[in-house]
């Protein structure tokens, strides 16, 4: 006897007609993990000490981004804004694995890491509207306050780069190694003496000279056209220039002596600065993303500086402390023109000679 009928009819066939055994695909039901809930369940000390910022400061950072991470509808469970400022703002604060910043706020490890480069992206936008050099009207202000550090006359501003460490990146690995051997974003900016930042060019490789920074940037190129009223401070890695005063290699006068002790105290703003800005984001001492990512993360946590500089949100005292001292880089003499130096150097002698 044939066995063809019996296969047939195991494979749900029957003889007498094709008769095809469907079964209903079963659906589960989405389970959503319960999300945490940081606004309701901490105090405003707790609020501060794991996001940086207060209640009323994080529905303001909300309300900026907003109008760029507002979800048109709430279906799978969106996020809303204020959940993603949360996520974004609990690793700018302290740098750790997304899985463990996604264990803490009840989302998964891809959640934070798309949450953290848009809100990145978001934030960073806003970057002209939080980052400016001070406009005429208030170079007058920004003297007096910079001369009450360390009575240097008409300083408008204090320039350094610091670097902001990151893993190797996929590509152009060797541009990103920095003199001390580590991987890192040369990031330039500009403070005055309430510690906001004024400026910022935040794209260079480690392997990248503060002296090459400042010559491409826009600020270089703003300041050279149309001189300011007023002086930028910098250190040896800069150049001496009409408009940027750096210290004597050699004081050779009591003048020059007191000259730099001045230059020294109120330069310091810009290195309380950077101090304040990678432990306000501890993220900043190392980023684990691509230099990119990484740029934008940067870009963020500035405007997020100047945001809480302005609504006076308070730090620790563990806080405002300068970034440790390294001696800078002597920059390239071939990088500037001849006459800048020479005409830095007759402002300084008048500064001395007018001043200390």
């Known amino acids: 006897m044939s066995l063809y009928p019996f296969l047939l009819a195991y494979r749900g066939i029957h003889m007498a007609g094709i008769v095809h055994r469907y079964r209903r695909r079963r659906y589960r039901q989405r389970v959503h993990a319960e999300r945490a809930k940081p606004l309701e369940q901490y105090t405003s000390e707790e609020l501060y000490a794991r996001f940086r910022f207060g209640r009323d400061d994080i529905k303001y950072i909300a309300d900026l981004v907003r109008p760029t991470l507002q979800h048109q509808t709430q279906r799978s469970h969106a996020l809303s804004v204020e959940e993603q400022c949360l996520i974004a703002l609990r690793f700018y604060a302290c740098g750790t694995f997304y899985q463990v910043i996604g264990d803490n706020m009840g989302v998964r490890k891809a959640t934070v890491s798309n949450v953290v480069k848009a809100m990145s992206v978001a934030l ?35 320039i350094d780069c610091t670097h902001v460490h990151i893993q190797a990146p996929c590509e152009r690995e060797w541009e990103y190694v920095n ?132 609504r006076h949100v308070p730090l620790d005292d563990n806080f405002d402390g300068p970034e440790p001292d390294v001696e800078p880089e002597q920059y390239s003499r071939t990088m500037f023109l001849p006459n800048e130096g020479h005409t830095g150097h007759a402002i300084r002698d008048a500064i001395v000679r007018n001043y200390f």
């Open 179 to 310: 003199r001390k051997g580590r991987h890192s974003i040369n990031i330039q900016l500009v403070g005055n003496a309430d510690l906001i930042i004024t400026n910022c060019v935040v794209k260079w490789p480690g392997s990248v000279h503060d002296a090459h920074i400042l010559r491409e940037s826009a600020l270089y190129r703003e300041l050279q056209s149309h001189r300011p009223n007023g002086i930028v401070l910098g250190d040896s890695a800069y150049p001496l220039l009409p408009w940027l005063m750096t210290p004597f290699p050699v004081a050779n006068t009591p003048e020059q002596a007191r000259f730099n002790s001045s230059h020294c105290k109120t330069r310091c703003a810009i290195e309380r600065l950077n101090g304040v800005l990678k432990r306000r984001f501890a993220c900043l001492n190392y980023l684990r993303v691509q230099p990119k990512v990484a740029c934008n993360i940067t870009l963020a946590c500035i405007v997020l500086h100047n945001i809480a500089t302005r």
């Open 124 to 158: 960073g936008s806003l970057i002209n509207q939080f980052v400016s050099f001070p406009k005429d009207d208030q170079t007058a202000q920004t003297k007096h306050k910079f001369f009450q550090m360390g009575n240097m006359p008409s300083t408008i501003g204090a």
